[in-house]
């Protein structure tokens, strides 16, 4: 199965969320997400933080092999949905993972592939297919450590 981006409609989704721990940029926690990019039978998930605007970066959170991610990046988009012509071009400049990622043997590639998997079906939440004639992700940053007060930044 690979991401689909779909609008989070029955309650054991919403739990779900709740309980991986997913924050709103200013730390609040998302307990009622409206939407969501899914792998599940890889146990994936890509969430909207919040953010974006034209100084500020949009966050999401992204859970992967029961580690939970944080990016920041920039979305341009040319053309229009209407002409079955819209063009998605997601720009990810900021990629910060738990120690445990890097522990787990897990690398930076990998991570980078599934991020690229995961934004190219972001970019068509709430589109037909047909509605969307290119998506690019293009990854700026390496994937840095999370720091906190038991690590030493990376």
Same mark, same amino acid.
């Given at each position: 199965?690979?991401?689909?981006?779909?609008?989070?409609?029955?309650?054991?989704?919403?739990?779900?969320?709740?309980?991986i721990g997913f924050?709103y $940029?200013? %730390?609040d926690?998302?307990? /009622?997400?409206r939407? &969501?990019?899914?792998?599940r039978e890889?146990?994936?998930?890509l969430?909207?933080?919040?953010?974006?605007g034209l /100084?500020?970066?949009?966050?999401y959170?992204m859970?992967?092999?029961?580690?939970?991610i944080? $990016?920041e990046?920039?979305?341009?988009?040319e %053309?229009?949905?209407?002409?079955?012509?819209?063009? #998605?071009?997601w720009?990810?400049?900021w990629?910060?993972?738990p120690?445990? &990622?890097?522990?787990?043997?897990?690398?930076?590639?990998?991570?980078?592939?599934?991020i690229?998997?995961a934004f190219?079906?972001?970019?068509?939440? %709430?589109?037909?297919?047909?509605q969307v004639? /290119? #998506?690019t992700?293009?990854?700026?940053?390496?994937?840095?450590?999370?720091y906190?007060?038991?690590? /030493?930044e #990376?």
């Amino acid at each position: 199965m690979a991401f689909i981006a779909e609008r989070i409609t029955n309650e054991e989704d919403r739990k779900y969320v709740a309980q991986i721990g997913f924050t709103y $940029i200013t %730390g609040d926690p998302i307990d /009622e997400p409206r939407s &969501w990019v899914v792998d599940r039978e890889r146990n994936m998930v890509l969430i909207s933080r919040g953010g974006g605007g034209l /100084e500020m970066p949009e966050s999401y959170g992204m859970y992967i092999d029961n580690v939970l991610i944080d $990016i920041e990046g920039h979305r341009k988009t040319e %053309g229009s949905r209407y002409d079955n012509d819209l063009k #998605v071009h997601w720009f990810i400049d900021w990629i910060s993972v738990p120690k445990a &990622w890097f522990e787990s043997g897990c690398g930076t590639e990998k991570l980078k592939e599934i991020i690229v998997e995961a934004f190219t079906a972001y970019a068509y939440r %709430g589109l037909e297919p047909s509605q969307v004639q /290119e #998506v690019t992700v293009e990854i700026l940053a390496e994937p840095k450590q999370k720091y906190n007060a038991k690590d /030493e930044e #990376v």
